[in-house]
Every structure is written in C-alpha cells, then in structure tokens.
C-alpha cells in the first residue's frame, strides 16, 4: 500500500466544469436515442457521426483544453472569465444544432450560418488560448497548449469545407473535399487535441512520472502530425494520391514519436483500470486507422463509398474510446472533495472495466468483418450498451463523491471551517485474474451475441444446417475428382462435371462476377459459403454415388440459368435425392403457381388485417424546403405482412415495401447513401436523375455502401428501383419507391395523396419470391403502397369542397394500372411531365381514368361535391380484384 496527500479541490471549479459540460451529457442522451431509432430518421448516418464529434467531441474538447491550459500554464482564470467560457460553450451548441437543422431540411443557408458559428466559436476559443499563453511564465508543456491552438485553428476551415459539401458538388470534387473536411477535422482538431493531452494527462492516469523524452517528443509530434495534416488536405483537393499518402505517413510518424513515450510509460507503470484501458485501446485503433487510409489511398480512389469503411473505427473505435476513458477519469479528479471522494467516485467509474473494454473492442471487431445482417445488429448493440454503461456509472461516481465530501466536512476539525490535507489510504488496484476473468466474459458475452446472429440467419455466413439425403449404396474408390467452377453472368462454367461412382468431389469456386454474390448448392444438401466478387471457396460435395442437381441459391439467378449438374459415371442412374424431393435450394421446384402468399392457401382479401395494423401514411407532405436533400437507404431482408395473414420475405429499402419518397423541386440536388445491409447485392437506379450508370447503378455487395447523387431537370413523379438483375424479383421483393419533382408553379390543392402500385408474386408456403410466376404473369397480390386492400379498410379522408391531388405511380415489375375513381371525374390529369388536361379547359372535358404502364406516373385533381365513400380502383378488374383498390372517405365540410 501506498499514501499520498491531497488538498481538496475549490466548490466553483467544479461548479464551472459541471456548466461547461452538461452539452456533452445533452448530446450524449441524443445520441442514445438516435442509435435506437435511426432506421426511420433521415440521414441517420451523417447524424449518428456528427452529433457525436460536434456534439460531444467538440463541446468536450472546449471545455477540458481549457482546463489543461489553465493547469499547464499555472494560471487560473477568474471568475469572471467562467461566463465568457459559458457563453462561448452556449453559442457553438447553438451553431452545432443550426448545422444539424440545415442537414435535415435541406435548407444550405441555415447549414453555412451553423457552419459559420461554429468556426467562430472555435477561433475565438483559440484566440483566448493564445492569450493565455502569452501572458504566462515559460511553461514546460507550453507544446500542449500549442496542440490546442493548432487543432483550434483547424477546425474552422474543415468547417468551411463541409458548408461546401452540403451545397452539393459534382462526384469527384465531392470526393476532394470529403477527404480534406475529414482530414482537417479528424485527424487535425480531433488528432492534435488528443495526443497534445495525452502527453501530461497519460502518465497522470497511470500515476506514474513521465518518462524522460516524452515532452520532446511531444514538440515533435506536433511538427509531424500539423504538417501530415496539412500535406494530406492540399493532396486531397488537389486530387494527388501521392501527396495524400505521404501526408497520412508524416502524421502516423507523428502518432508513433509519441506513442514510443507512452508505450514506455505504461511498461514502466501498467495500465489497470478503465480509464488507461480505453485510451490504449483508443490510440490502438487510432494507429490502424490511419494504415487503413494509406492503404485505401494508395490502392485505389478515395471515394466516399470506401472512406466510409474507416467511419466505425475512427468514431467508435478511436474518438469514442479516448473521450469516454478519459472522461472516466477527469470526472471523479474534477468533481474533487478530497482524496476519499475521489477514489469513491474512480472505482465506480472502473467498475466491469476489462468487461467493457472486451465488448467494445472485439464487438467491434467482429461487426467490421461479419458480413452477416443479424450479426452485425447484435454486436453493434453490445457495443453501444457497453458505452452507454458509462452514464449510470458517473451517476454512481457523483453520489458517492457527494456522499463522500459530505462525511469529510463532518470530520473536519476546527470551527473555523479550515481544511487541512487528509492521509488517506489508497486500495491495491484490482488483480490481473480480475481483468482476465473481465476480458473473458466479454468475448463470451460478444461471441453469444454473433452466435445468436448466426442461428438466425445461418445462410448468411455460409452455414448450411439441411441434413445429406442418402445417396445410393457405392463403393469408395479413395480417389478424388477436383474441378475448378466459375459462376458470371448468371452461369456457371463448365455447367457440368462428369464424376466417376464412388469419387470424392471437390469443386473449386471462384465468384468471377464483378457485381454481385454467388453461391452453389447441391441437392443432397452441400452448400458452398455466398461468395463476394472475386472470392473463392471450396464446396466438398462427399462421396458421389448418383447425378446430382445443383444451383446458385440466390433469387432468380438459378431462373436465369445458374444450374450445374453432377453426372455420375458408372453408377446407378437414379437420383435417390431427387426421388426422395429433396430440395435445399432459394427457389421452388414446382411447375405451376398454386398463388398462397405464403400462407399455403389463397389471400382472403375480404378481411381486415386486424387491430394492430395502420395502413401506410398516403398524405403527401410539401416538398421540403432548401435546394439540397440527403437520404441514407439502408437495403434489409425482413417479412412484410402485404396482406391480411400473409407475410413476405422482402428486400427492402429502409425497412418497407415501397421505399421512403422523395420530394424537391425542379433543379434541387438529391443525394442517396445505400448502404446494402443484406446478404447479397442490390443496387439503385433513380429515374429522376440524368447519370451513368456504371458507377452509381452498380450492384454493391453486401455490407458495402455507394453514394448516389444527382440534379432533378425535370419535373414528374419518377420510378426508384433495385437495378440488380434479376430486376422483377428485386421489384417485386419491395425494392422500389418515388421521387416525386414539383412542376413549376404547380398550384397548392386542399389535400395530397400517393398511390403506387405493385405486385407481389409468392412461393408457396415460404413468403419468398417466384420468379416463375413473374415469368408467367400471374401475380398472388396488386396493392397500393405495398398492402393488399389496406385502404378498403382505413380509407384516405377528404372533405367535400376540398381540391384533391392524387399521384400514381405504376412500379410494377410488370403491370400498369388503369387508375379510377367510382363517381367522380377529374378535372385536371398529369402524365410523365405534362398536363394532358387542365381545369376549365375551353372544351370543359374531363377524364375517367389515368393510364399507366409500368414505370410511368402522374397525377390527376378533383373535387368531390357530396360526402360518401368512393372506390378508387385499377380499373383493369382483375387487378384490382387482387387488391389495387381502396376507398376515400368524403364528409361534409365544417
């Protein structure tokens, strides 16, 4: 044991951190509650990092630079410049959540004053810090300071360059400015902020003596890391790899003259609690990041789509870690009342240390190489409540630093109220078995949680649970028959391979596509992993005793002719497999199309889907304001119920069939983030935009992300769909949506629906898509916006009198519609971009119906005069027999 002394911190240091830090814990909660709902908040992704690092990262920055200068530089401000610091803090948060409000409604000017605030409160906090400098005494780590003012002086800038990015730029000076922005404020305000603390506050949190070179080595880790960064934004804009590279290597120089040093001061005291575990493990991820975007440089274009894989580990991996460690230990050493309170309030910050650490990082780990959907779900909320671990631990660390203050004054002698240094005895800090048992638990915990991922999505990882049908009786050879399989353009080549009886078969299979994932089963039950573009994998198909049938598993690949065949040479010429029906492949065997809905019998359209359900939201909103607009799609498999009892398994852009609709202005800027959290490759083609194809259409894997942007020209309601092939079962599997684009001066109407119109073709019993029955025409349902009849139950409402706007759109994959609407007319008709008719017209005609073919939209107006129900319908009968109609409810006006 050991004894230190310590003299109680001063009530309104506290009382000032405690002011200045409550938009850290603000942003905090928000964060929590984004993490929990992002699947139905726009730009969740562009969110989720920004409130993080302007949120808390930039807020926390302010505050505790400030408190490093202050300490470093021995000279404690007075409190009259507290409200100055408050003010300061206050204004930038009121920046932070214009920048945030400008995003989210598109509106650019409201972003740039954000923007602009921002940077002002940042520069001003590095004037202050300057000033500081200035008028103090020569400091030994006055090179601490300097990293503050630098990083400061960088924000500003990297500001400006994200103003310019939500104004919209074309695709490749996009990338240019997405490279400098980040550059400058991750690894320039971010970066510079953290290893200039590190270099006093690291060998504090060990409590050990700094180590002889550390405060040299952090003035050369300044020079190196300002210099990289400042090498690797002019590369960046300028578009020149080299440049780029060498700047990343110049600032991961600077990262490791410094991270010698601490290496040194953590041999010399180890690392035990954790606050030192998290910002090792911090600077850990920092040092492979930086690795990642050399390499990501040097082989290859910098484009958003790949700078987005460094996103988790820089912010969840880096940023996170360093902030929440040290925060675990400047908390309870802030919030003081003596050393009692203060080691009270550290062992509550330490509880479960190795524990969280664990979940953290191999969580992590597992969720940035899993490829798996419920994997990746899972570990990510481990990893998110590991973090979120933190906040009830300051809690306890507060009270029992209240509660702890409060038995020390008690104790105090005198009646004057003097305070005088308390002895106090500090406990052995925890045993290494602690953090081992800790660190076991968490990998447990983290490995249950991927194993959990797995068992509900075992194809996904390549796993294959169906058991071998038997095979007739053979005698083994001992000899083995190896072919080498290559699956492109929706083949496999060779298609056949003839195996004598009684061989072992190994095939050898190489996904050669460059777009999409491919797989092969056999029908006696082996399956081989799906394979990512360029991926190879060994499918041991076992001792072959009879012909066998294989295929690609993946959604109508094995209808566009992805089937292999195993011939058997001098064995028996049935296929016991076949004969016995087994069939573990993604597509039915069956010749017709019995139409279950997945249900094992016909839809019940008569029905009304129960309670629980509410009919998709059909009133259309104004077309936001601001001339830029940005979506994150996220691509999911999930069931959709599309009818009463009947349940799909849909591919779906951001959870639904019939995906979120988009809506501007002629010459707006839309910019869609996919991001294919699926199992294999989708894509998206948005008919609103005039772009190539090549880069933006391309069918993306699973677990990777494209951004797709364009300029609206011109106006219409426009198609949006998954252009993987094959397309119809993408379509028909939900993957589709509108964009609607506004006619110039198009006139205000009293109320404003969206009706598209789509198919669904099923597999019996499995919910799955047929494409046979695509094939064949003859689909189970036709809805509107993604169910059955939904409004023949929950009509759309209208007042009579009132002016009314309904879009149509006809998705398809195959059919159009006939749109109607029983007793009544309209007035005004709109199809793909013109009006066809137009109210009091001098031929005082109308119009019955609207006449769509797939892919086509428009709009027609109305006015209804008398209250009632009325029937709208495709007025192709049969269709609407299928559930393309609904009904609209008509009162009288107040």
Known sequence: MRTTTTDRP???????????????????????????????????????????????????????????????????????????????????????????AGVLTGIWALTLVGAVVIGAMVTWHAVSLMQQLRTALPSRFGSTIKYYIAAALLLPVGAAFGAVLAYGLDERAHARFLLA??????????????????????????????????????????AAMLAGTLLTTVGALGGWAIPTA?????????????????????????????????????????????????????????????????????????AA???????????????????????????ETNRFAMLRIAVINFGLLIFLFSEASWVRVITSALVLAAY??????????????????????????????????????????????????????????????????????????????????GTAEVEATGEETRVKVSARDMQFHPASVDVPAGNTLLIELSNDDPTTVHDLALETGERSERLRPGETAILDAGLIAAGTDGWCTVVGHRSMGMVFKVNVIGGPSDDPAAAAGVNHGGESNHGGHGGSGGTGGPLNLSEDSGPGFVAREAALQ???????????????????????????????????????????RVGDTFEITLVNNGSIGHSIDVHAGAVSPEEVMRSIPPGESLVYRFRAERSGIWLYHCATAPVSAHIASGMFG??????????????????????????????????????????????????????????????????????????????????????????????????LLRKDNPEQGGAQSLDLAPAQGGFV??????????????????????GAQGMIAVTDAP
């Not at 809805?783 to 009132?802: K, V």
């Not at 107006?861 to 299928?882: C, I, K, T």
């Open 10 to 100: 001063p009530a309104a240091r506290a009382s000032w951190h405690r002011k200045a830090s409550r938009p850290v814990l603000v942003w905090f909660v928000l964060l929590l509650v984004l993490a929990l709902v992002h699947r139905w908040v726009p730009e969740s992704r562009w969110l989720l990092v920004h409130m993080f690092v302007l949120g808390m990262v930039t807020n926390s920055i302010l505050v505790w630079s400030q408190h490093f200068a202050e300490a470093l530089l021995k000279n404690r401000l007075g409190e009259e410049h507290r409200n100055i610091q408050v003010l300061r803090i206050r204004l930038l948060n009121l920046g932070i959540a214009a920048t945030v």
């Open 181 to 222: 922005h980040q550059a400058l404020n991750v690894l320039g305000f971010v970066g510079l902020t953290v290893i200039g603390t590190l270099v006093t506050l690291w060998p504090t949190m060990l409590r050990t003596r700094m180590v002889d070179g550390l405060a040299r080595a952090g003035r050369w880790g300044l």
């Open 246 to 318: 060498l700047g990343v290597l110049v600032y991961l120089d600077g990262v490791v003259i410094t991270g010698f040093y601490f290496v040194k001061c953590a041999l010399q005291k180890r690392p035990n609690d954790y606050s030192t575990f998290s910002v090792a493990a911090g600077l850990l991820w920092l040092t492979g990041s930086l690795l990642g975007l050399f390499l990501l440089i040097v082989t290859g274009p910098a484009d958003p789509e790949r700078l987005h894989l460094l996103t988790v580990p820089v912010v969840a991996g880096f």
């Open 321 to 347: 870690q360093v902030l929440l460690g040290a925060m675990s230990f400047l908390m309870p050493t802030v919030m003081g009342g003596g050393p009692v309170a203060v080691r009270n309030a550290l062992q």
């Open 388 to 469: 979120v671990s933190f906040l009830p631990l300051m809690l306890r660390a507060v009270r029992v630093s209240v509660a702890a203050r409060k038995a020390t004054l008690r104790d105090q002698d005198g009646s004057n109220g003097l305070r005088r240094p308390v002895r106090v005895t500090i406990e052995p800090t925890p045993a290494p078995q602690r953090h081992l048992a800790g660190a076991a638990a968490g990998i447990v915990i983290v490995l249950a949680g991927a194993g959990a991922g797995i068992m509900l999505d075992p194809a996904a990882v390549g796993l294959n649970l169906a058991q071998r049908a």
């Open 622 to 664: 104004p077309a936001p304001a601001g001339t830029v607009h940005r979506f994150t799609f996220e691509i999911t498999q999930e069931q959709r119920a599309i009818a009463p009892g009947v349940l799909q398994e849909a591919w779906t852009y951001n959870g639904q069939v019939n995906g979120p609709t988009l809506r501007g």
């Open 738 to 835: 509108a964009v609607i684009i506004d006619p110039p001066n198009l006139p205000p109407a009293d109320r404003e629906y969206l009706l598209v119109q789509s198919e669904a073709y099923l597999e019996d019993g499995s919910g799955a898509v047929d494409v046979r029955a695509i094939a064949a025409g003859q689909p189970d349902a036709v809805m509107w916006n993604g169910h059955a009849n939904q409004y023949m139950f929950q009509p759309l409402q209208a007042e009579s009198g009132e002016r009314v706007r309904v879009w149509v759109m006809a998705a398809g994959p195959s059919r159009g519609t006939s749109f109607h609407i029983v007793g009544d007319q309209f007035d005004t008709v709109f199809k793909e971009g013109a009006y």
């Open 861 to 882: 107006e109305l006015q209804f005069d008398q209250p009632g129900n009325y029937m709208f319908l495709n007025h192709s009968l049969a269709d609407a027999e299928r």
